[in-house]
C-alpha cells in the first residue's frame, strides 16, 4: 500500500481537517485565559517575575487572539520591563 501523487492533496486535506478538530479539542479542556493565569503563577512563586498584558502596536499582531505580555521583576518599584 502506497500513497499516489494524486492522492497528496486528499490526505493533506484529512490531514489538516483532523489537526484543526484536535487543537479545538485542546482549548476545551485549557482555555487560554486560565493557561496565562497559571503560567503568570508560576512565573511569580517560581522567579519572582510578573507578567502583565500589554497593549499592542499597529501590525503587531496577525490575529485577533494575538497578546501581548510585558516580563518584570515581581519585587521592582519601578514595575521596569526585564531586558
Do not use: H
Not at 493565569?37 to 512565573?43: A, F, I, K, W
Amino acid at each position: 500500500w502506497a500513497i499516489e501523487v494524486w492522492d497528496r492533496g486528499f490526505y493533506s486535506a484529512m490531514a489538516r481537517d483532523r489537526a484543526s478538530r484536535q487543537s479545538s479539542g485542546f482549548s476545551l479542556y485549557f482555555p487560554l485565559d486560565a493557561v496565562l493565569q497559571g503560567v503568570s503563577l508560576v512565573l511569580e512563586r517560581a522567579f519572582r517575575v510578573r507578567m502583565t498584558p500589554v497593549p499592542l502596536l499597529p501590525g503587531e499582531a496577525w490575529g485577533p487572539f494575538v497578546t501581548k505580555m510585558q516580563l518584570s521583576w515581581a519585587d521592582a518599584s519601578d514595575n521596569a520591563a526585564m531586558g
